[in-house]
Nanobody, 114 residues
Framework: QVQLVESGGGLVQPGGSLRLSCAASGISFSFYDMGWYRQAPGKQRELVAVITSSGSTNYADSVKGRFTISRDNAKNTMHLQMNSLKPEDTAVYYC????????WGQGTQVTVSS
């Protein structure tokens, strides 16, 4: 059974930092391209960052220079370091895995507010 479990969300003030984690099980993690998506209330789900199986990364323009995606294939985990958070970063953040099939996590809430 495939599971993607996100953690690390919460409430943070503008300018603060959070580190999200995604723990994967039931897949050959190193083969998968991994990504973070987010969905704010009333908006469509959007790509935040991806890291391929080879380690290449790509970011949405809105988070470039503030967010860093990484992966640890030995631990089957992916992380998103989020710095200089803004209120517009408030959303549910989802972990995504794609190779032969695609899988989603259940999401973790990130709220940026003073």
């Amino acid at each position: 059974q495939v599971q993607l479990v996100e953690s690390g969300g919460g409430l943070v003030q503008p300018g603060g930092s959070l580190r999200l984690s995604c723990a994967a099980s039931g897949i050959s993690f190193s083969f998968y391209d991994m990504g973070w998506y987010r969905q704010a209330p009333g908006k469509q789900r959007e790509l935040v960052a991806v890291i391929t199986s080879s380690g290449s990364t790509n970011y949405a323009d809105s988070v470039k220079g503030r967010f860093t995606i990484s992966r640890d294939n030995a631990k089957n985990t992916m992380h998103l370091q989020m710095n200089s958070l803004k209120p517009e970063d408030t959303a549910v953040y989802y972990c995504h895995a794609r190779y032969a099939n695609a899988y989603w996590g259940q999401g973790t809430q990130v709220t940026v507010s003073s």
